[in-house]
T-cell receptor
Framework: GQNIDQPTEMTATEGAIVQINCTYQ??????LFWYQQHAGEAPTFLSY??LDGLEEKGRFSSFLSRSKGYSYLLLKELQMKDSASYLC??????????WGAGTKLIIKP | IAGITQAPTSQILAAGRRMTLRCTQD?????MYWYRQDLGLGLRLIHY???????GKGEVPDGYSVSRANTDDFPLTLASAVPSQTSVYFC?????????????FGPGTRLTVL
């Protein structure tokens, strides 16, 4: 079957760094996406990885290891506005996205 | 219109009634998608369309139908609503997904079936 696993909830402190992990087992792999979703709002795109390694985009970085079926999203210099759910999604062999349940990130001052 | 819009924003519906959720995009994206999002679960694909005139079934298509008469519009119809269809529904669109293009989401429709 297809499975995307990520922690349900994480807590971090403003100004700190947090790493959100995602492991996957899917029928085929054509890339991995991270999205941010604030409560009551639509998901918005953060990053895309298709090759192994680290992609950096400002305060956010995303890492992929295809051989391990593993990715993480790294958020630096946390701000209160980063409080949101972070969704991991894998593009399968049909180029459809399979979504994890999301990680709710709580930022404390 | 800027981006992707959905209507209505929210709706309370009696079981057994027919309902169409509307979705319109102005980005000229070929691919469009309908998802439902339920607490504790990931987004689940209901139906998709890779280009105008074609549609396909996703993970949870039963009880739903779609049409894609043109590039911009992708309505989702519940023929006879049931309480298990209570959910938040998101429409999304993208450029060619085989090129790693991200999906853009509408604001969602919150549907309650009583």
């Amino acid at each position: 079957g297809q499975n995307i696993d990520q922690p349900t909830e994480m807590t971090a402190t403003e100004g700190a760094i947090v790493q959100i992990n995602c492991t996957y087992q899917t029928s085929g792999f054509n890339g991995l996406f991270w999205y941010q979703q604030h409560a009551g709002e639509a998901p918005t795109f953060l990053s895309y990885n298709v090759l192994d390694g680290l992609e950096e985009k400002g305060r956010f970085s995303s890492f992929l290891s295809r051989s391990k079926g593993y990715s993480y999203l790294l958020l630096k210099e946390l701000q209160m506005k980063d409080s949101a759910s972070y969704l991991c999604a894998v593009q399968d062999s049909n180029y459809q996205l399979i979504w994890g349940a999301g990680t709710k990130l709580i930022i404390k001052p | 219109i800027a981006g992707i819009t959905q209507a209505p924003t929210s709706q309370i519906l009696a079981a057994g009634r027919r309902m169409t959720l509307r979705c319109t995009q102005d980005m000229r994206h070929n691919a469009m998608y309908w998802y439902r999002q339920d607490l504790g679960l990931g987004l689940r694909l209901i139906h998709y369309s890779n280009t105008a005139g074609t549609t396909g079934k996703g993970e949870v298509p039963d009880g739903y139908s779609v049409s894609r008469a043109n590039t911009d519009d992708f309505p989702l119809t519940l023929a006879s609503a049931v309480p298990s269809q209570t959910s938040v529904y998101f429409c999304a669109s993208s450029d060619d997904p085989t090129l790693g293009n991200e999906q853009f989401f509408g604001p969602g429709t919150r549907l309650t079936v009583l």
